[in-house]
């Protein structure tokens, strides 16, 4: 039975009061998740004065339609793509990663049905089964080694029974319900997210202060190096010139006896003076390379 005509209307306010209230929102899906859940999720969201709606594609899509006409230029328009399959909303002026964290936490396991697709990797660890031996043909379907200990089919080695995105087939689904598993957990899944005209994916949530500084700080390098090797001067690369400039003064300062200056003067203190050394000695470099052949020269023999 569809909904009442006052029902109608007030769902039509409902939903335009929360757009023109809320700057920010969730876009969530809603699929395999049960009442009693959903009940559970809004009582959590509560204390963060956020609200979930949900409803009908269609009058959605016409109240963002109205909402639009009489607002020309709202960037709330640009969910209009969004509003398909099994989804709804979620309202907050809270932090988004605080809303997120609190979606994501309220998640109940539930059992593989037939014709689902696996929202995770499926392992069937090994060890004893509650099976008996008449079940062995059961096992050997599905390709899954087994040997009898006292009277009890156990499982030789881990099977990977089911793949990420794997449709659950009739004996998969036998089997994880025979062996008491519950592999899947299912919860509102967060698909896109809408802050202030904004649409960006969810894990944007997860890029924190010290991520943006650090990609902040590669990309001032890389500014840098590319305006030091054109010679083109700009913010970035004013610090490195100038201490460029510095070292090439100081340099000069310590090769000259006759110039320096205050900031030098500590450099020039700690080269060597190499020049006194060799005058302490009393002769000079070509000297002793002048006299080192005269002495190693053999006298020459003669022959009467």
């Not at 510095?246 to 320096?260: G, P, Q």
């Amino acid at each position: 039975m569809g909904m009442s005509k006052d029902r109608k209307a007030w769902y039509f306010e409902r939903m335009e009061e929360l757009i023109t209230t809320y700057a920010k929102l969730f876009v969530v899906s809603v699929d395999n998740v049960g009442s009693n859940q959903m009940q559970q999720i809004r009582l959590a969201l509560r204390p963060l004065d956020t609200v979930i709606l949900m409803g009908k594609n269609t009058m959605m899509r016409k109240i963002v339609k109205n909402f639009a006409e009489k607002n020309p230029g709202h960037p709330f328009e640009t969910l209009m793509p969004l509003i398909k399959g099994n989804i709804g909303f979620v309202f907050t002026n809270a932090n988004l990663a605080d809303v997120r964290d609190i979606l994501e936490a309220n998640r109940v396991p539930a059992p593989a049905r037939v014709g689902a697709l696996a929202p995770c990797d499926v392992v069937v660890p090994a060890g004893p089964t509650d099976s008996g031996p008449e079940k062995t043909a059961f096992f050997q379907t599905l390709q899954i080694a087994t040997k009898i200990v006292k009277g009890r089919i156990e499982i030789t080695s881990p099977v990977e029974l089911l793949f990420k995105g794997d449709k659950v087939g009739a004996s998969e689904a036998q089997l994880l319900q025979m062996l008491d598993i519950r592999p899947f957990t299912y919860g509102l899944v967060v698909e896109m997210v809408y802050d202030s005209g904004s649409i960006y994916s969810p894990e944007v949530l997860d890029i924190t202060d010290d991520v943006l500084e650090a990609k902040f700080g590669v990309a001032l390098g890389n500014i840098a190096s590319i305006s030091l090797a054109t010679n083109y001067p700009t913010i970035a690369s004013v610090p490195h010139s100038v201490c460029n400039a510095f070292k090439t003064l100081v340099s000069i300062a310590v090769e000259c006896d006759s110039y320096s200056f205050e900031k030098a003067d500590a450099y020039k203190a700690l080269v060597p003076k190499a020049a006194p050394a060799a005058a302490e000695a009393g002769e000079t470099p070509a000297e002793e390379a002048a006299a080192a052949p005269a002495e190693a020269a053999p006298a020459a023999k003669s022959d009467y």
